[in-house]
């Protein structure tokens, strides 16, 4: 999943941190020693598999937040407008965040304490997380009663099989790949062939591929197991959509919801209402709220202007929070600090990793020695500077978090740790014998304060060893809308990415398989890397979870050292800020950030 833009567990994508020092970096707050033992202990938390729950588990209403009281509105503040609505696009961490308020799917993720750290997958829409008899190549779902979407028509397996079906068609091209793949058999961009089009010509898939033999059953059949199912049926990319209301891609700007809240109005950059939904049913949802009765959501605020109007906690701004807004890098240390702000803060690990691209597809890119040389010169001091220092992100060796199952804390082949500042010196060695002193490489970066300050600094960087850098800006909004495009300009750019469950399952094929670059698609260096795309298939079928883990991080090693098409730059973590008359404040291990299904307003 991805963040700034994009993914943390499935059920949001995404978008990590550890317990590393940050040697040569600026710090943001304490660097003590327990707070960097328990940074560890929360990291190391999250690689635990999360139990698959019965139906008993899977029964609503959700649990009572003590306290809570309905009524009021809640002031949402947001660095980014919303891209898409649609839940086959979403696969961004903004987007994953408010479909917790308004999609739901056949399973879900159930906090099961009340500090956002314990959690089980549970049916949503479905009576339970599924059932499998044959270590997971089949998979059972029956619906609740009483689902609807927002405009009253029950929600029946013809809405869930069409939900699926139309993830075949072209204008579906943002949210994640997994289940496509899982039912065509096939890897990469390979699964269209399955349901070319979708379903809007009349073709289905079989009844040997999903199988709805009434209006409350549903079975997927595999031709492999897939014991992950559950996980990633949680995924905003895979909640309901509903046929009748299906305007294929008008759908993204105006879905019919089937959660707690709908939207009653959305101007895009601008501003965004929710309200009730009044056909959502509490005794079918174990997972969601519906305190609050109206969401006012203002974008275009930075994160500075958000931190400061919720320290200044006055007016509309004391039932305010931001759902994805962190405290600025100017105010973080002090309000991490600040006992009397910490029953209004709230921190926690991502599962992110951030990336430097290298665009494999422009030629001048494809010398391993200009790659190399990228990746001694680029500079991380200044990324982690632009974001608070070490309380709000730490460097990063590889591409797999330590939140994620076979992390590797020693792996750091570019000294980066070392020599966050980056290596001139070996960079120009590099561009020297390659010819290519004084080469020209466009930087496209998100037009954000953040962006500015980092990029300009890193551009600098790359300058010492010898390139010719030109930033090129991205508009917030719209940022993995554009360099996921295949024809962008852009030589190098940065992304983050959050593993989608506690697998680097859902880190490394969505990312550097060859056979998954397509326009919209996440292998955004658009690697084609032969090794990469046989070890993928290999690894995949590797039933031990340790050994897989393991390979997996092999396989990690390989791409980072051997492939260069990305540069590792840090692991994240998220402080986020609410006004003092917020209540049910939670950070969420599973949702990256605060949640928004628990809130009411004192």
């Not at 899982?182 to 379903?199: E, H, I, Q």
């Not at 109206?294 to 275009?300: K, L």
């Not at 240390?333 to 992110?352: E, I």
Request: aromatic fraction near 10%.
């Amino acid at each position: 999943m991805s963040r700034g833009g994009r993914h943390a567990y499935a059920a949001l994508s995404v978008l990590a941190a550890g317990a590393l020092v940050l040697t040569g970096c600026s710090k943001g707050g304490s660097d003590a020693g327990d707070d960097k033992k328990q940074d560890k202990q929360n990291a190391q938390r999250q690689q635990a598999s999360i139990k698959f729950g019965d139906a008993k588990d899977s029964t609503g209403p959700a649990a009572e937040i003590a306290g809570a009281k309905s009524g009021g509105t809640v002031e949402v503040l947001q660095r980014d407008s919303y891209a898409h609505f649609d839940p086959g696009q979403i696969y961004v961490s903004d987007e994953m965040s408010l479909s917790q308020l308004i999609h739901r799917g056949l399973t879900g993720y159930k906090a099961t304490d009340d500090k956002g750290q314990a959690h089980e997958v549970v049916g949503d829409l479905a009576t339970d997380s599924g059932k499998t008899s044959d270590g997971g190549k089949t998979w059972s779902y029956t619906l609740k009663d009483g689902i609807k979407f927002e405009d009253g028509s029950p929600i029946t397996s013809k809405d869930i099989r069409h939900t699926f079906e139309r993830q075949f068609a072209d204008f579906i091209n943002q949210g994640p790949p997994y289940i496509q793949q899982w039912l065509s058999d096939a890897p990469g961009a390979d699964y269209r062939k399955l349901l070319p089009g979708g379903p809007y010509k009349g073709k289905h898939l079989p009844d040997t591929v999903l199988e709805t033999p009434d209006d409350k059953t549903i079975v997927f059949h595999f031709k492999t197991a897939h014991p992950d199912l559950p996980y990633a049926l949680a995924m905003a990319g895979y909640s309901v959509v509903s046929q009748k209301g299906d305007t294929q891609a008008k759908y993204d700007k105006a879905p019919v919801t089937s959660g707690p809240y709908k939207i009653k109005e959305f101007k895009s950059g601008k501003s965004m209402i929710l309200v009730k939904n009044t056909n959502w049913d509490p005794k079918t949802d174990p997972i969601r709220h519906q305190y609050v009765d109206q969401f006012d959501f203002t974008f275009n605020q930075q994160f500075e202007a958000s931190t400061k109007a919720l320290l200044a906690d006055s007016g509309a701004d004391q039932t305010g929070l931001s759902l994805n807004n962190q405290v600025d890098a100017g105010n973080l240390s002090n309000v991490l600090k600040d006992p009397a702000l910490k029953s209004r803060t709230v921190s926690g690990f991502q599962s992110y990793v951030g990336q430097m691209n290298i665009n494999m597809s422009h030629a001048a890119l494809k010398d391993i020695k200009i790659r190399q040389a990228i990746a001694y010169a680029l500079p991380i001091t200044p990324f982690v500077r632009a974001f608070g220092g070490t309380d709000a992100m730490e460097v990063a060796g590889g591409l797999i978090s330590p939140t994620v199952s076979g992390y590797d804390a020693a792996f750091d082949p570019w000294g980066k740790k070392k020599k966050p500042a980056g290596d001139p010196a070996k960079a120009k060695k590099l561009l020297e014998e390659a010819g290519k002193v004084g080469m020209k490489l466009t930087f496209g970066y998100i037009n954000t304060p953040e962006g500015q300050q980092y990029s300009t600094a890193m551009a600098a960087g790359l300058e010492k060893a010898g390139f010719d850098v030109q930033r090129q800006e991205i508009p917030a909004e719209t940022y993995y809308d554009q360099v996921s495009k295949l024809d962008n300009d852009y030589d190098i750019f940065h992304t983050a990415w959050g593993a989608d469950w506690p697998s680097a399952s859902t880190v490394i094929p969505p990312l550097y398989d060859g056979r998954a670059i397509a326009d919209g698609a996440q292998n955004y260096s658009q690697v084609n890397d032969p090794k990469i795309n046989s070890e993928i298939d290999r690894i995949n079928k590797v039933t031990d979870p340790q050994q897989a883990a393991a390979d997996w991080e092999k396989l990690d090693q390989y791409i980072v050292k051997d492939v260069v098409n990305v540069v590792p730059t840090a692991y994240y973590k998220q402080t986020q800020i609410a006004g003092s008359k917020i209540g049910g404040l939670v950070y969420d291990d599973v949702i990256g950030g605060i949640d928004p299904r628990r809130l009411f307003v004192k």
